[in-house]
């Protein structure tokens, strides 16, 4: 069951910058890293950002993450139309019902 | 590069069994904790199991505890998720994934139903 919040959508036109925000709790966005993931249609998720805002080899850094106390955001400046697709955060959790949780998820449309 | 190869899953009924298989290559198995992470059709990521790099620890989500076991095999780089008492809700797409998680696998299906 997802404990980190985001918007079920947002949308941009080529070229725009689109924020996503997840917001957790002290147990999880408050005391450990926050991860995010891109997922395309059909294919599995990739890792997008790790450790807040550090960004793999590979990944455009059009692509920038943030955080501050128990919420992060995921930002996409120069939208692309291959950006569209499903984006989740996630993070480690130090209470006891679960040990990693993910965010519900937001799908970003490019107009 | 890092595979992840799934495979086991199919179809079946309710109260069933099944046991799921990861693959891994590219990387040194023994050294990354590894996690199963399913997505029923049309739904949001949730995260099932996750064991230690040696088998030391095992951590499973309230909705899967009891039911399913995660293991490894570090001589085959293999993981492993045995699934007991299978429920409808259990139908999704089942993905492993290694260390952050960084790296997935495609995943297999797994169906529940009569």
Request: glycine share 12%; aromatic share 10%; with cysteine.
């Amino acid at each position: 069951q997802s404990v980190l919040t985001q918007p079920p959508s947002a949308s941009g036109t080529p070229g725009q910058r689109v924020t996503i925000s997840c917001s957790g709790s002290s147990s999880n966005i408050g005391s450990n890293y926050v991860y995010w993931y891109q997922q395309l249609p059909g294919t599995a998720p990739k890792l997008l950002i790790y450790r807040n805002n550090q960004r793999p080899s590979g990944v455009p850094d059009r692509f920038s993450g943030s955080k501050s106390g128990t919420s992060a955001s995921l930002a996409i400046s120069g939208l692309r139309s291959e950006d569209e697709a499903d984006y989740y955060c996630a993070a480690w959790d130090d209470s006891l019902s679960g040990l990693y949780v993910f965010g519900t998820g937001t799908k970003v449309t490019v107009l | 590069q890092v595979q992840l190869v799934e495979s086991g899953g199919g179809v079946v009924q309710p109260g069933g069994s099944l046991r799921l298989s990861c693959a891994a290559s590219g990387f040194t198995f023994s050294s990354y904790g590894m996690h199963w992470v399913r997505q029923a059709p049309g739904k949001g990521l949730e995260w099932v199991a996750f064991i230690r790099d040696d088998g030391s620890n095992k951590y499973y989500a309230d909705s899967v505890k009891g039911r399913f076991t995660i293991s490894r095999d570090n001589s085959k780089n293999t993981l492993y998720l045995q699934m007991n008492s299978l429920r409808a809700e259990d139908t999704a797409v089942y993905h492993c994934a290694n260390g952050g998680p960084d790296y997935w696998g495609q995943g297999t299906l797994v169906t529940v139903s009569s």
